[in-house]
Structures are given as C-alpha cells and as structure tokens.
C-alpha cells in the first residue's frame, strides 16, 4: 500500500485549500487515514484522523472548527479540507495510514505508512 498526497500551494490567511491522499494497494480501505503537519523549525504535530470502520473523526485543538477530514472508500481517497487558514497553517503536511492505530500525536512514531508531503503555504 502507498499514500500520495496532493493539494497544496500558496493561498492567502483566510483562504482555503482542500488536499487529498490517495490510497494504492491491497485493502486501501480498511486502513485509519491521519494527517500531521510539520512547519519549518517545528516537529512534526498531529493534525486530524478518520477512523476506518466508523468514520468518525479527530482533530487537533488548533485547527478545529476549520479544517475537516472526510475518506472516500470507492475512490480509496481521504481529504482535508482546510478553511479559514492562517499563516500558522504554512507547513509540510503528510497523509498517514495504519491498519490498527488511529493516527494520532502518541500513535505518530509507530504508524505503517506515510506520504510524501506536500507544502502549504499560508501568506499574511
């Protein structure tokens, strides 16, 4: 299985930006979806998760309320859709997948895969 997320760019504080991660592979579907987020100098932080089975979703306190995960399974893609964002939002951000672990600040360092990254830039 392979993660590759798309979707960022250059956008301007209050502006949105919706980015996917597609999911290639055996099973795409059956896998807890995450992204985190690693700004220049900074680790990297926990952004947001869907939970597979239940599609229930969670997010870091700094971006609820503005941005929003959603999976498709037939298209075997998750996406976060960023509203409302600010320059504090400007980073690298990377779509993570694992079977058992729901993607989260405590699950980071142990989850099965990751993708490559893709930049948002968030200008003031």
């Known amino acids: 299985v392979q993660l590759q997320a798309s979707g960022g760019g250059l956008v301007q504080a209050g502006g949105s930006l919706r980015l996917s991660c597609a999911v290639s592979?055996?099973?795409?579907?059956?896998?807890?979806m995450g992204w985190f987020r690693q700004a220049p100098g900074k680790e990297r932080e926990f952004v947001a998760a869907?939970?597979?089975?239940?599609?229930?979703?969670f997010y870091a306190d700094s971006v609820k309320g503005r941005f929003t995960s959603s999976r498709d399974n037939a298209k075997a893609t998750v996406n976060l859709q960023m509203s409302s964002l600010k320059p504090e939002d400007t980073a690298v951000y990377y779509c993570?997948?694992?079977?058992?672990?729901?993607?989260?600040?405590?699950?980071?360092?142990?989850?099965?895969?990751w993708g490559q990254g893709t930049l948002v830039t968030v200008s003031s």
């Open positions: 993570a997948a694992d079977r058992f672990r729901i993607p989260s600040t405590r699950a980071m360092g142990a989850l099965e895969l």
């Open positions: 592979g055996r099973a795409s579907s059956t896998y807890h």
């Open positions: 869907i939970n597979w089975m239940t599609s229930s979703t």
